[in-house]
């Protein structure tokens, strides 16, 4: 127990000098304990006001189908599963809702959809109308546009970019390869892992995102750390897992939320200047301000009311009473003396790291940013 505690009290003491943490100090951190708890986030806080102040950015959420192919047994929209509810959005339906996201002051419209066998049965052809849907609601709201929609082909990673997308996310849920098959049976490690890479070299951002207690250890949760960090990812996310009607984790319990406060404070020790996200899906309005203590910086799936729109873990949670909006939001906010940014303040954000990806296609900066001269061979 004394060496766990010197191991934290030094991980601190690192973070401070600006060091780099070791895989045990990371460990002993996630590990923190109620009252080492507080001190981890109050670290997290302060970095999080050097790098964004007091501002928080919202990101409106549209999962425009759920349908999918795969058979994730944590996921209620696992393709056998018959609880689940599917649906597919039109474009009209698509567009009005990301105009009400807009009206209401989001900063970025994120389009999700599952692995939709309808459209990834024909290959390439079958995702035709996807890169015109991101290139409509970017110009109908004028908003950064994230897609979600699983792994599609390059040359629709392609297309997407082309048609303006600014973000790609794209979960791995763990890194440690066992434990990822065994939640996503049947699909490719890293198939998944390297479409992210191409996404980056195309010069969309990317999100990269795990799940806690779905049987990971803290020594696997210091390793997907690690992944993110070689991956360059400009938002990094956990989630905690809930356990789904009709899926075989069903019988599990949800982690204690101390587990995904600690990720949350520890990734914004590792990660000072991206974007962490709090997600809106675990527990709602009710959840966000824990998550926001611990060093989180974005506000997610955030959900128009009377669309008929479902999130992914929560599928209904705080939907339909208008909760998880920009109004429910902000109060929570102004109470932990937080505000919602300016949409200028996130555009320039999202340009900036845009501008540091060409640099690095260019070969005249490192994978942190920082500026190198091209030598005459290179």
């Excluded at 000072?272 to 203590?293: F, K, M, N, T």
């Amino acid at each position: 127990m004394k060496e766990v505690q010197v191991n934290f009290d030094r991980a601190l003491q690192k973070v401070a000098r600006g060091d780099t943490l070791s895989a045990t100090e990371i460990i002993s951190l996630l590990s923190a304990g109620p009252g080492e708890a507080d001190r981890l986030f109050a670290v997290a806080r302060e970095i999080r006001e050097r790098h964004f102040g007091s501002r928080v950015f919202l990101y409106g959420f549209i999962y425009f189908s759920t349908w999918c192919k795969n058979n994730c047994t944590f996921c209620y929209y696992r393709v056998t599963n018959p609880a689940s509810r599917r649906y597919r959005k039109n474009r009209e339906e698509v567009l009005e809702a990301a105009s009400q996201l807009a009206g209401s002051g989001v900063h970025l419209i994120d389009l999700t959809m599952g692995e939709d066998p309808q459209i990834f049965s024909r290959g390439r052809e079958g995702f035709e109308e996807l890169p015109g849907l991101v290139a409509k609601v970017k110009k109908t709201t004028g908003l950064p546009v994230m897609v979600s929609p699983g792994v599609v082909p390059d040359g629709v990673m392609e297309d997407l970019s082309l048609a303006g997308a600014d973000w790609y996310a794209c979960y791995q849920e763990t890194h440690n390869r066992d434990l990822f098959g065994r939640l996503r049976p049947n699909q490719d490690y890293d198939s998944r892992f390297q479409k992210k890479f191409l996404a980056r070299r195309l010069g969309l951002l990317v999100e990269e995102g795990i799940l806690t207690g779905v049987g990971e250890s803290p020594a696997d949760a210091a390793f997907s750390m690690g992944q993110m960090r070689s991956l360059g990812a400009q938002q990094v996310r956990v989630m905690g897992f809930v356990p789904q009607r009709g899926t075989p984790m069903e019988g599990w319990e949800s982690p204690p939320r101390a587990r995904e406060m600690n990720i949350i404070a520890v990734l914004r020790l590792l990660f000072p200047d991206r974007l962490i996200p709090a997600s809106l899906d675990v527990d709602g309005i009710g959840g966000l301000q824990e998550r926001l203590l611990a060093g989180a910086n974005v506000v997610t799936s955030l959900i128009p009311p009377s669309r008929g729109l479902a999130g992914v873990s929560r599928d209904s949670l705080d939907i339909e009473d208008g909760r998880r909006t920009v109004a429910g939001v902000l109060p929570v906010l102004a109470e932990l003396g937080l505000e919602a940014a300016g949409l200028e303040e996130y555009r320039s954000w999202v340009e900036s790291e845009k501008e540091r990806l060409a640099l690095l296609a260019g070969g005249i900066t490192d994978e942190g940013g920082h500026c190198r001269r091209k030598t005459a061979g290179g």
